[in-house]
């Protein structure tokens, strides 16, 4: 066990429902130096008492086909995927990779070269493209700086390979930061035809210079949310603001939160949230192993279920499983 699964022992539950069904829409994996997370350790975090059945599978450039052009390099994160996906089919006691969601450069005059080349890669697993346009005026003051280049949303090329995800039947994901998310909305309102998913409600920033603004960030957030919502084309992520560029701090902590301080500090953006696009259009995502550097998963989904006792079963089934499987196009 790791110095970090210790610390995250030190703070265990008793699973809340723990026949609900989950389709964890938002994860990744990848080999790094001393940070390994592959099926084993994905198993591990799914295995942990929630019903976890399928994932869906996130671009983090792991595994790109470095020898290759450019262009379609990150091809070889979709193979690499793939494979567990085969090997996590192959056992129906453990969640199922059910989709994955590439990388591609949108701009790319060779675009549907690149698509081709992922849906052969992913055999039939292949769902979407994730061209994130975060960026921030202050990347030293980040843990995970974007490197998106000024005004991607608004670039004509990079808006034409939007449009060219819907007509082909793929979705396009994207991750950003708070002060960002009215240039996602033009973009939203300009490419009204492509099925676009805002991850991580938008990066609310709170460290470096956003690290004291929290409320006048909040405020400014919620009305951009409700614009973004205004979008039908639109479906939202709910999860991923347990990582240190969130400011909460608990990775910094002698010990990890528990579901109740998570849902203490953080429910007002899932309610707002939810408010604004409908169960229909949320779902709960882990953004794991990411978010795994503050908090467990298990205290994770306990805390979601919380958030979420307030609805009626139709629409936490939404959000827990159906919006994702539908946005996805997952098979039982």
Not at 72 to 77: A, T
Request: with cysteine.
């Amino acid at each position: 066990m790791s110095d970090h699964d210790t610390w995250l022992a030190q703070v265990s539950e008793d699973i809340i429902d723990p026949d609900r069904e989950i389709v964890d829409p938002h994860h990744h994996l990848w080999t790094r130096s001393e940070w390994n997370y592959e099926l084993a350790e994905l198993w591990s975090d799914t295995g942990a008492g929630h019903n976890v059945v399928q994932t869906v599978f996130l671009e983090c450039g792991s595994a790109y086909d470095l020898d290759g052009p450019e262009h379609l390099q990150p091809v070889g994160e979709t193979r690499y995927v793939a494979a567990f996906a085969e090997a996590s089919a192959a056992d129906p006691s453990q969640a199922t990779i059910a989709a994955i969601v590439s990388r591609a450069d949108l701009r790319h005059p060779e675009l549907d070269a690149v698509l081709d080349a992922h849906q052969a890669a992913g055999k039939s697993l292949f769902r979407g493209i994730r061209h994130a346009g975060a960026r921030d005026p202050h990347p030293e003051s980040l843990t995970i700086p974007g490197r998106a280049p000024e005004g991607l949303y608004a670039d004509p090329d990079f808006r034409a390979g939007v449009a060219r995800l819907g007509e082909r039947g793929y979705s396009y994901d994207t991750w950003h930061y708070h002060h960002q998310n009215a240039a996602f909305c033009e973009l939203a309102r300009a490419v009204p035809d492509t099925t676009m998913v805002l991850d991580h409600f938008g990066t609310p920033l709170g460290v470096g210079p956003y690290a004291d603004k929290r409320e006048e960030i909040f405020n400014a957030w919620q009305k951009d949310i409700e614009a973004i919502a205004a979008c039908p084309n639109v479906v939202a992520k709910l999860g991923g603001l347990a990582m240190p560029d969130n400011g909460f701090g608990w990775h910094q902590r002698d010990l990890p939160p528990t579901s109740d301080e998570f849902v203490d500090a953080q429910a007002r953006y899932y309610h707002h949230a939810i408010e604004c696009f409908g169960p229909e259009r949320c779902m709960f995502e882990s953004n794991f192993p990411v978010d795994r550097l503050s908090l467990g998963y298990g205290v994770l989904w306990n805390g979601l279920k919380k958030i979420a006792a307030r609805y009626d079963e139709a629409e936490q089934a939404a959000m827990f499983s159906g919006t994702a499987r539908r946005v996805y196009q997952l098979a039982r």
